[in-house]
């Protein structure tokens, strides 16, 4: 499944240069599970933008994005070993 994602930048302090253009995107939304969920939009430097369907939100481990694209947001180390030993409601 695919979503059009459009965004704008806001304008920024006064004497600082315009904020890019409107942007657009065509986004590949990864599988997930036939539970309902909130979409829930990512954006990164280079108006490269991610969309996930989950019913967790980004600092719980089970959330569907890795580590590294979840920057720089950090999991806690808790909920980690909680997950790890299956303690963790579905």
Known sequence: ??????????????????????????VEIPE???RTGDIQAHFYPNHKVKVVVS????????????EKDKLPWETSKQLLAYEKEGRLPE
């Open 32 to 34: 997930y599970s036939k």
């Open 55 to 66: 019913n967790y939100g980004i600092e719980h481990p089970r959330y569907p994005m890795s």
């Open 1 to 26: 499944m695919k979503v059009k994602v459009e965004w704008v930048y806001g304008s920024g302090a006064e004497g600082t240069p315009p904020p890019p253009p409107p942007q657009e995107a065509i």
